[in-house]
Every structure is written in structure tokens, then in C-alpha cells.
């Protein structure tokens, strides 16, 4: 057996699959390696600089040869040359440095094919700090860093630190080239820099914490595509970076990119966790783009995929398209941002005066928590289909030029603070088929923007719904806000630093409590301007008519780091337009209440200790929301509130006509769907439960449920291929009925074709 490897060997080392016998040899300076050569390099310190820039090892029109620096640490010194310097060679293989440090670039590497780079510390090689990078630099002007490629193929390279300087790997005018599990960070410029380089496989890659310290750091980027083409980038970290990805076309060529960039890690960019400018072609899936400047900033691309990511918490917008057309953005989790998708036509750039903001397909995403969810300004043919439009501050969709290719159709909109769709175009919107929470046609009217508040503006088009049982206003606040089954949520101040800054958790408190069941406790790891904000149970209305005599009551306790406080403190009451009264009060109230319940009250007119300034034509007589806002600028905290109530409150105040305050849910997930939905509730006792399916008009369908249950959560599942309803249904909306001997309750929910 010995005899027959040893032949294999042989055969391999004459066919070129692997070098010759390996030799064990100091390294020199100007050492040039020979064909064939198989080299375990001396173990040891090196020092060797090379200001002539020709390598102090050099390799030229060579081939086979493996080079291991297994224990050998090298030493450039002035940050000039490279410790190894290939040109017009082929099958080599560099394996097992300990460090090589002090250089231009560790490796330079010209006009070479299969080339393997395994297992090395190229590290602390060039680095700048200040200056402006040109990205648009070619190959004689790259900054230096771990390993440079310029007109090469086929490599492979993997396992292996390039840290602390310029660049990872610098790719120019390069294919084929296989680069994963490496450590990039904390470099300045670049964790991998591919300029005009295709079909390479990056994946699985530590690019984190790439900025430039002492500037603007837009210019740098974990990963850096300068018109490169149809390469895949696959599981990377390239988190904490000026940029988590910066792709680039602009007018320089002509070609579909065809980008596979998924399952990437690009949050906590000071800039943009994705760019991609002047693109064409790319696929965006699965990524995280949380908590950056911009989520993604897609400016004048085209025929792009946006699918199935998560964009939350960025500080202006968190999808951004300047003059894009024909793109897809489908099945992502947007929230709590500014903006959620801000779709619009800017000042043209030279060059792209005819490109226009135009052809978008938004379908089946969620947005949530969002200022706006979605904003299409001067943008024609926007195709608004299947979304979910939960909770946004101020409006949900924002259109200022309507064209009559729109389409917004089976969405749900669930409860803004002030519009569900606010149409600034002179020309009407057409919205049939949505779905709005609450139902009650008077509420949805109240939430709809368009020539009835502005003569000049065009109609929204909708279909009245219908208002079911569940349909109600809270004329009056509860005596106690801070209860079940009220609702709350939490959103962020607009405007303030996003990086972590929605909460940890939002949640009932039935032990650390004042008065009655429970108080409502908010914990956050970050502490930037956050609002707990007041919404009566099962998104029904609030509409209070209060007066300045009227005085607001409530408790609050927190838990602050000892070494910072409370830095902002104020409460404000708002309607459904924008407008709010705003009760200032000193950050020591707040600070007073650490590990402590305090009570706090003021009149409506403001006072001393809680300064009111008002925004827009607030009135009292239509009092949407309350909230309390906090700040501890960015150090965390806890917050729990109690007994929140008006003066003369009553002492039972109801949201007629709900019959019974122990059904706590009765909806289907997800809604609007596509062939399956589940239909969940709650029943407070057993007995016989009713679960019955009707079209809009009334029309009995089927009975999906008609037994005794016991008390508790039910599921069912609800499909076309189930019960064959939905075929024969005119309408895509249908009506959902439960009924027990209590209570009895509708749901709408919306199939799409």
C-alpha cells in the first residue's frame, strides 16, 4: 500500500496537482521561488522592508508551488511593498503565517490563476485614518491592506485575519474568486473591495467595524462592489460598518449586475446598512438592516428584488429609492421608522434626467410603528397590494402624485394616530378591497385625507365597510388606563440616534403595582427619547372631550443607572390629525421616582412643574392619545406607570358594545392571505361556541365551527382547499362570526387571488 501512494504522489506532483517535496528553508530578502517548490519556511522574526515595491518574496511566471509560514512572523517596518509578490503565475499556495505586518499589501498578486490564501495573520499592513477614499480608484491608488488581486481568477481564499489596516482583500478586474471565513474587521477603508470583479462567492465572512475614525465615514464599507456582476454574498457580518454594503454602477457600463446579496448582517451602519446606486438586477433577501442611517439606500436603481428583510429602527428612512423604477419590494418587516419606504423623484443627476420614480410593486410586507409607512412622492404606477399597515404615528400611506395605474388593494390598516391614507395628489386614489381596523365606516372616513379636508385634492376611492358589533368610540378615558385590556405600545421619538432604541420588552406588571390589577412596565437597554403611548383595548377610537379644569392623575417608577438620570420628561395629549398639547416637565420628577412610586398630577392648562406648549390646532374636545415620554439619552431603563386617569373619572367606564371584558382576541393570522389562514380566539368559559363565514353582502357561507369548547385559546385553520368557499366568493373580503352564549363578535379577513 506504502509503494502505491507513493507512485500516486509521484503522478500528482508530474501532473501539476501538487508541488514537489516539501524543503525547510529561512525566508530572505529578493527571495525568488522556483517551479515545484514546496516550502516550510523557518520558523522565526523577519524583518525585510521593501521600498522598491518587488516583494521580498517574489514569484514570477511560475507555477505548483506552496509556500507554508507556519511560526514565521515578518516584519516590513515603513508600510511599503509587499512580504510576497505574485505575477503571471498559477496553483500557488500561501498557508499558515503567523503575522506579516508592516507592508503596503502582506500579498500582491497580478495576472495569476488559482491562487489558495489559507490560514494567515495578515494584519497591521497600511493604514489611513483622514481623507476622503475615492472609490472609484483603480488598482495603482488602492490603499494597501491584507492581500491585493489584480486581473486574477480561480482563487480561494478562507481562514484568515486581515485586520487593523486599509483593506481585507482588495479585488481589481477579477472572476471566480471563493472568499469565507475570514476575520476583515476593523479595518478603515475596506473589509473586502471588488472593483469591476464578477461571479465571485463571498459568504460567511467577519467584515464588522469597518469606519474611518477621524472622517466622514460614508466613503468606507464592509463590503465595497464597484460595478461588479453576479456575484453571491451570503451570510457575512458587515455590521458597525460606514457602510454595511456599497454597490456602484453609475455610467459605467450597461450590465445587469445580477447581485445575490442575502442573509447578511449590515446593521449599526453610521450611514447606510445597504447602498446600491445606479443599480441594476440585484437580489436583496433575508438581510438585517437595523438600526443605520438609512435600512437601505436604493437611489436611481432598477429592476431590483427587495424580499423578505428586516428593516427596523433606522434613523431617517427605512427603505430609501430616489428616482428607481420597476422594483420589487415584497415581504420584509419594517418598523419603527421615520419612514418605512420613501419612494420619491429628486433633482437629476447629469446623465439620468429620464429616469423617472416609477412601476413599484409593495406587496406583503409589514409595516409597523413607523412615523410613515410608506411615502410615494412624484411617483407614478405604485402597485400597493397585501400589506399590513400597523400603528404608524402619523400616516400610513403618503401619495402626493396619484396615476392611473395605482393600485392599493388587500391591505390592512390598523389604527394610525392620525391618517390611514393621506392623498396630496389633485388626482384620486382608487383603494378598494382593504381591510381597516377599526371597521366603523365614521372612523375610517375620520382617517382618510383627500378633497373632503382639501378641495384641491383628489378622492380616495374606497369601499364602505359594513361596521360590525365590536365598532366603538371611547367617549371617555377608563379610570384607570394602565390596566388590561387596555392596549400600549412604545415608539421611538423621531429624530434621535436609532441604535437600539426601541425597547427590550413592553408588558403588565400584576406584582409591581399601586392600584387595581396591574401597572404597565416598559424596559429598554437604550435609553433615547421613547413614548408609551395610550390606545383603548382591541383598536377601538378614543375621542375624549376634556377641558383645561380637568387634571391628569398618574404613577410612575423607575430603575436608572446610578451614575446617569432622567434627561427628558413630558407628557402630551393628541388627536388623530398631528396636532398635540405638549406638558414639559424638569427630568428631576422623573429622577425622584428611581426605585420609588411617585404621583404626579397637573391641569390640562399646564402649570409650573408640567409647561404646556401646543402643535397645530390642538383642541380638548377631541383627545385621540395620551403619552409619556422618557430620555436617558442612551443608558437605558424602567419604567412602570400606574393609576392613569382624568379627574372625574367615573367609576365604570365601558367601550360599548363590548358585552363581555373576558374575550381578550378573536383574529386571523396572517390577514390578507393567500391560501391559508389561522383563526384564533379566546373564550372567557366553556359552553357552545359558533364559528360561522359570510360574504360581504350578508350571504351565509359555512359553518367552520358548532360545539361545546372549553375555556380558553382556540386555533382553526382556514383554506381554500379546506372548504372550496373562496372560488365561488365575489368579494375577496370576508366576514368572520363568532358566537357564544355571552358575547357574539365579527372579524373581516381578505384571501388574495
Not at 428607481?324 to 446623465?351: A, C, F, K, Q, R
Amino acid at each position: 500500500m506504502k509503494t502505491i501512494r507513493v507512485l500516486f504522489e509521484i503522478m500528482l506532483v508530474m501532473s501539476g496537482m501538487v508541488a514537489s517535496a516539501q524543503s525547510y528553508i529561512p525566508i530572505t530578502n529578493n527571495m525568488q521561488i522556483g517551479n515545484d517548490a514546496n516550502i516550510k519556511f523557518a520558523a522565526g522574526n523577519y524583518a525585510f522592508t521593501d521600498p522598491e515595491a518587488d516583494g521580498v518574496i517574489q514569484i514570477s511566471n511560475k507555477h505548483n508551488i506552496i509556500l507554508d509560514g507556519d511560526s514565521c512572523r515578518v516584519n516590513g517596518s515603513i508600510f511599503q511593498g509587499y512580504m510576497i509578490k505574485i505575477t503571471n503565475s498559477h496553483n500557488i499556495t500561501i498557508r499558515n503565517f503567523d503575522s506579516v505586518y508592516g507592508y503596503r499589501y502582506a500579498v500582491y498578486i497580478l495576472n495569476s490563476d488559482h491562487i489558495t490564501i489559507n490560514g494567515n495573520v495578515f494584519s497591521s499592513n497600511k493604514v489611513d485614518s483622514s481623507g476622503w477614499i475615492d472609490v472609484w480608484a483603480d488598482y495603482t491608488l488602492a490603499l494597501g491592506g491584507g492581500v491585493m488581486m489584480y486581473q486574477s481568477r480561480a482563487a480561494h481564499i478562507y481562514n484568515n485575519v486581515m485586520n487593523l489596516q486599509n483593506d481585507g482583500v482588495a479585488l481589481y478586474h477579477c472572476d471566480s474568486i471563493r472568499i469565507h471565513d475570514n476575520d476583515f474587521s476593523w479595518n478603515t477603508s475596506y473589509g473586502i473591495r471588488m472593483f469591476w470583479t464578477d461571479t465571485c462567492n463571498i459568504y460567511q465572512n467577519n467584515c464588522s467595524h469597518v469606519n474611518r475614525p477621524l472622517t466622514d465615514p460614508s466613503d468606507c464599507a464592509a463590503l465595497l462592489m464597484i460595478v461588479s456582476n453576479a456575484n453571491r454574498i451570503e451570510n457575512n457580518d458587515l455590521s458597525w460598518s460606514g457602510d454595511g454594503v456599497f454597490l456602484g454602477q453609475y455610467q459605467h457600463s450597461d450590465i445587469q449586475n445580477n447581485n445575490y446579496i442575502a442573509w447578511n448582517e449590515c446593521s449599526y451602519s453610521p450611514h447606510n446598512a445597504i447602498e446600491a446606486t445606479f443599480a441594476y438586477g440585484n437580489i436583496y433577501k433575508h438581510n438585517k438592516c437595523n438600526a443605520s442611517d438609512y435600512g437601505m439606500w436604493l437611489g436611481y436603481s432598477f429592476n431590483s428584488l427587495v424580499d423578505s428583510n428586516e428593516v427596523t429602527g433606522n434613523y431617517h428612512s427605512g427603505i430609501a429609492i430616489d428616482r428607481g423604477y420597476s422594483n420589487s419590494v415584497s415581504h420584509n418587516e419594517i418598523t419603527d421608522n421615520p419612514t418605512g419606504i420613501e419612494l420619491w423623484e429628486g433633482s437629476p443627476i447629469t446623465g439620468y434626467s429620464n429616469q423617472h420614480s416609477k412601476d413599484y410593486h409593495i406587496t406583503n410586507n409589514t409595516f409597523t410603528d413607523n412615523s410613515i409607512a410608506l411615502s410615494a412622492l412624484k411617483t407614478a404606477h405604485t402597485v400597493i397590494i397585501g400589506n399590513e399597515f400597523n400603528y404608524s404615528q402619523t400616516e400610513s400611506l403618503h401619495i402626493d402624485q396619484a396615476s392611473a395605474g395605482d393600485t392599493v388593494i388587500g391591505n390592512t390598516f390598523r389604527m394610525p394616530t392620525a391618517w390611514h391614507i393621506r392623498n396630496l395628489s389633485p388626482n384620486a386614489v382608487y383603494a378598494p378591497g382593504n381591510l381597516f381596523i377599526p371597521s366603523d365606516t365614521a372612523i375610517i372616513a375620520q382617517k382618510i385625507y383627500d378633497f373632503r379636508d382639501n378641495s384641491t385634492k383628489g378622492e380616495v376611492v374606497w369601499y364602505p365597510q359594513t361596521p360590525g358589533p365590536n365598532s366603538a368610540i371611547q367617549s371617555q378615558p377608563p379610570c384607570d388606563m394602565a390596566e388590561p385590556l387596555s392596549t400600549w405600545y412604545v415608539y421611538p421619538e423621531t429624530g434621535y440616534p436609532a441604535k437600539n432604541r426601541f425597547p427590550d420588552s413592553l408588558s403588565f406588571d400584576s406584582v409591581q403595582k399601586v392600584v387595581g390589577a396591574a401597572s404597565v412596565k416598559l424596559v429598554t437597554s437604550r435609553g433615547y427619547d421613547l413614548a408609551l403611548n395610550y390606545r383603548p383595548f382591541n383598536d377601538s377610537l378614543s375621542r375624549w372631550s376634556l377641558t383645561v379644569n380637568d387634571t391628569l392623575y398618574f404613577w410612575i417608577r423607575t430603575i436608572k443607572q446610578p451614575q446617569y438620570g432622567f434627561q427628558y420628561f413630558s407628557i402630551r395629549l393628541g388627536d388623530s390629525r398631528g396636532n398635540y398639547y405638549k406638558y414639559t416637565a424638569s427630568s428631576g420628577l422623573l429622577n425622584q421616582a428611581n426605585n420609588v412610586w411617585k404621583h404626579f398630577k397637573f391641569p390640562l392648562s399646564g402649570n409650573s412643574q408640567f409647561l404646556r406648549t401646543i402643535v397645530g390646532n390642538m383642541s380638548l374636545d377631541s383627545v385621540n392619545y395620551v403619552e409619556i415620554h422618557a430620555d436617558t439619552w442612551d443608558y437605558g431603563f424602567t419604567l412602570w406607570v400606574d393609576g392613569l386617569q382624568f379627574s372625574d373619572c367615573s367609576p365604570v367606564v365601558g367601550i360599548a358594545p363590548f358585552k363581555d371584558p373576558g374575550i381578550t382576541e378573536f383574529f386571523n393570522y396572517p390577514n390578507p392571505f393567500y391560501a391559508e389562514t389561522t383563526i384564533t380566539y379566546f373564550i372567557p368559559e366553556p359552553g357552545p361556541v359558533k364559528l360561522e363565514v359570510f360574504d360581504m353582502q350578508g350571504t351565509f357561507l359555512a359553518t367552520l365551527i358548532n360545539e361545546n369548547q372549553p375555556s380558553g385559546e382556540h386555533t382553526i385553520l382556514f383554506s381554500r382547499e379546506r372548504l372550496l368557499l373562496l372560488q365561488s366568493a365575489a368579494s375577496p373580503m370576508l366576514l368572520i362570526r363568532l358566537l357564544t352564549t355571552r358575547f357574539t363578535q365579527t372579524r373581516k379577513m381578505v384571501q388574495l387571488k
